[in-house]
């Protein structure tokens, strides 16, 4: 059993940092473990994955450039640094952690993630 717990959330201006952490209890080192965000009233959407291990990530387009997914498996933490943050970044951010596809594939499909943190939120203001 794994279990996700996120952190690092607030209200910040446009342009800021914020830097999020998910700390994992439970055996998750062979997992994909991924963020997620949801913004008020649309779907929950994937934005950045990392691949066990933390030598391959990939990124929604909408983070691509400002968002840098990491893992620290010996301290049991994934991290989100965000910069340059914009409004449309607002949301709640979800830490998942799921088994890699057949081919071994870390996906921003969140039906391939089966463990799920309760959420930071994240509000930019302009």
């Known amino acids: 059993q794994v279990q996700l717990v996120e952190s690092g959330g607030g209200s910040v201006q446009t342009g800021e940092s914020l830097r999020l952490s998910c700390a994992v209890s439970?055996?998750?080192?062979?997992?994909?473990m991924g963020w997620f965000r949801q913004s008020p009233g649309q779907e929950r959407e994937g934005i950045a994955t990392?691949?066990?291990?933390?030598?391959?990530?990939y990124y929604d387009d909408s983070v691509k450039g400002r968002f840098t997914i990491s893992r620290d498996t010996p301290q049991n933490t994934v991290t989100l640094q965000m910069n340059s943050l914009k409004a449309e970044d607002t949301g709640t951010y979800y830490c998942?952690?799921?088994?890699?596809?057949?081919?071994?594939?870390?996906?921003?499909?969140?039906?391939?993630?089966?463990?799920w943190g309760q959420g930071t939120q994240v509000t930019v203001s302009s």
């Open positions: 998942a952690a799921g088994q890699q596809q057949s081919g071994g594939t870390c996906s921003l499909w969140d039906l391939q993630y089966i463990y």
């Open positions: 990392i691949y066990p291990g933390g030598g391959r990530t």
């Open positions: 439970g055996v998750a080192n062979r997992l994909c």
